[in-house]
């Protein structure tokens, strides 16, 4: 697809500390009401607790975040092009095959209550499921979605039964790792195929057409163990950027739920996300 082209002396002195990823999963502040409490959304009181105005997920979400990175990268020789014809680029997507042991669990009617936590500050996101009647698929939306403390059109994805995004022209996207216009940490396509032992790989490619100039980035996604959250099971999955100077660069872990395969929390250098409350029960007091 091609488009036009879019970081006096104190008097004490703090240690300096490299963000590393978190191997524990995140504690969650007080005990969220349970699905069949009545309560509304409105009145949880952790909801009412977090920053609504907060509203960036990039920071959480590191293949949304590298693409922004990439972007950044190539803006320098972009600007040097600014005076030659309009310049385009092109981003790609290389996987390998993968094989999917499930069809998406989600369904529709069913509500999911996350919480991201990145830079001090955490927002809200509810999940709602919902036949799309515009997509010809399951549609997944963020119902608490704000932008400067007001409600807007909230982000959402479209997607067939295996996962894979369905494009407002209704043309299926066959990248297995996201949604190609939006942040959504939430569930991905490569989770239905998640299993012990398990490992994947794909390269993400930007060119910039005019110049012949790009670079080429790999992703390993791999299986590390088995735990359980909230008295939930799910796999270990370990997210890694591959093919630089130093190796592996591992970027984010995210614990996906064996049964209904969606995201129960994950750490990265950059935040956290974590699943608080769902249509099936958790154990509040087990982690």
Do not use: H
Not at 47 to 58: D, N, T
Not at 63 to 87: M, T
């Amino acid at each position: 697809m091609k488009g036009k082209s879019r970081k006096a002396d104190a008097p004490e002195k703090k240690a300096q500390r490299t963000p590393s990823i978190s191997s524990k999963p995140p504690s969650i502040p007080g005990k969220p009401p349970s699905v069949s409490s009545g309560n509304s959304f409105s009145d949880n009181a952790l909801v009412k607790s977090v920053m609504p105005f907060f509203q960036s997920s990039w920071i959480t979400d590191p293949i949304r975040l590298f693409i922004l990175l990439c972007s950044i990268a190539f803006l320098a020789v972009i600007l040097l092009a600014v005076l030659s014809p309009p310049v385009s680029w092109t981003y790609g997507v290389q996987e390998e095959p993968l094989n999917k042991l499930a069809g998406v669990q989600v369904k529709a009617g069913e509500e999911y209550f996350y919480v991201l936590r990145g830079e001090g500050v955490e927002r809200p996101a509810r999940i709602m499921a919902i036949i799309g009647r515009n997509c010809g698929g399951l549609m997944m939306y963020d119902a608490a979605y704000q932008q400067y403390g007001r409600a807007i059109a909230p982000p959402s994805v479209c997607m067939r039964m295996d996962g894979v995004g369905i494009g407002g022209d209704g043309v299926p996207n066959a990248n297995n790792f996201s949604y190609a216009n939006i942040s959504w940490p939430y569930f991905a396509p490569w989770m239905l195929a998640v299993n012990d032992g398990w490992q994947w790989r794909a390269n993400s490619t930007v060119v910039v057409d005019s110049l012949g100039a790009g670079g080429t980035q790999g992703m390993l996604w791999k299986t590390i163990g088995s735990e359980k959250y909230l008295g939930r099971d799910g796999w270990l999955v370990s997210l890694s950027l591959t093919g630089g100077e130093s190796g592996d660069n591992e970027i984010s872990r995210m614990l996906i739920d064996k049964e209904k395969r969606i995201l129960l929390y994950s750490n990265s250098s950059a935040g956290q996300i974590y699943l608080a409350r769902a249509p099936f029960p958790l154990d509040m007091g087990a982690n």
